[in-house]
């Protein structure tokens, strides 16, 4: 169990969840740093971002299917 920081509401923010993002901003500014001193173009930070933007969003779509109940299909409406 990892210490609960804070809550949204029903979400918890851990402290391994914010480590974890800390890390890959540190990492990030390191590789861009790196690149900038070995003269390499700065384009290649690019990759690393989408790296760090895909880790975000496939943290949301797993928030996504947690929250959603078995068997439900998402596109419908309760309405229907």
């Known amino acids: 169990m990892y210490p609960v920081l804070f809550r949204i509401g029903s979400l918890d923010i851990t ?3 914010v480590f974890m993002a800390v890390a ?3 990492g990030f500014w ?3 740093r790196e690149l900038a001193s070995s003269g390499l173009p ?3 930070s690019e990759a690393a971002l989408a ?4 880790g975000l969003g ?3 779509w797993m928030l996504r299917r947690r929250w ?3 068997g439900v299909d998402p596109s419908s409406s309760p309405a229907q």
Do not use: R
Request: hydrophobic share 65%; glycine share 18%; aromatic share 10%.
């Open 68 to 70: 959603l109940p078995v």
């Open 15 to 17: 402290s391994f969840g």
């Open 30 to 32: 390191l590789f861009k």
């Open 51 to 54: 790296g760090i933007v895909g």
């Open 42 to 44: 700065l384009v290649a």
């Open 58 to 60: 496939s943290g949301l």
């Open 24 to 26: 890959a901003l540190a």
